[in-house]
């Protein structure tokens, strides 16, 4: 990396470092000189963008959530809204080696916010967010008659966006059972049967 990067390739250098040193030696064992080495630079100029440790995990965090969202925008708003909400929570699961670093780190960030109100407060808007989205394609699914109308979209939004958070605990915890084809035909299960109570014209 030349010692001239502007200052976001520079942020972006150090989240990528931070990633994979989360992922390896989790939260507690990382420290601002473990993400410098990561990142083959200097403490200094790590601390000339992040002041602190804490500062640098925010920032990790909200990496994590924008390469989330960034996934969630690319999926194609196409009819049967079946597949898109299967797509949609498919962004979710650890179904290659980077979601599967991610899903660690997310891990980690996710045990973090329960003491820290900052990482707490990111992980709630981003919850939130997801819930809007989800609960917005099931109202569109009942508008086109997929979908059952007497069920609650933001009830099922809930409980589906709970069910992809399980299977990738499971699979980061366990694996057995819970590997990329077994989170597929789990969810796609799931979405079945809670489309299968759909009124069809």
């Not at 925010?58 to 809204?81: M, N, T």
Request: glycine letters at 6%.
């Amino acid at each position: 990396m030349t010692r001239h990067a502007d200052p976001d390739t520079r942020r972006l250098q150090i989240a990528e470092a931070l990633m994979n040193t989360l992922a390896e030696r989790g939260l507690g064992h990382t420290t601002l000189a473990d993400v410098a080495a990561a990142a083959q630079v200097s403490v200094g100029l790590v601390q000339r963008y992040f002041r602190s440790k804490d500062e640098l995990l925010i920032f990790g965090i909200e990496h994590i959530y924008q390469r989330a969202g960034e996934r969630v925008s690319q999926v194609p708003l196409a009819a049967p809204v079946r597949d898109v909400v299967i797509r949609l929570m498919e962004t979710f699961l650890p179904l290659d080696e980077e979601r599967e670093r991610e899903l660690r780190v997310w891990l980690n960030f996710l045990q973090a916010s329960l003491t820290n109100p900052k990482m707490a407060a990111i992980h709630k808007a981003a919850t939130f967010d997801l819930l809007d989205g989800v609960t917005d394609a099931l109202t569109a699914a009942q508008r086109t008659r997929e979908l059952s109308s007497t069920l609650a979209p933001e009830r099922e939004a809930a409980a589906l966006i709970a069910f992809t958070d399980g299977l990738c605990l499971h699979h980061a915890t366990t694996g057995t059972g819970y590997d990329a084809a077994g989170m597929r035909t789990a969810l796609g299960a799931y979405v079945a049967r809670l489309f299968g109570e759909g009124t069809r014209a």
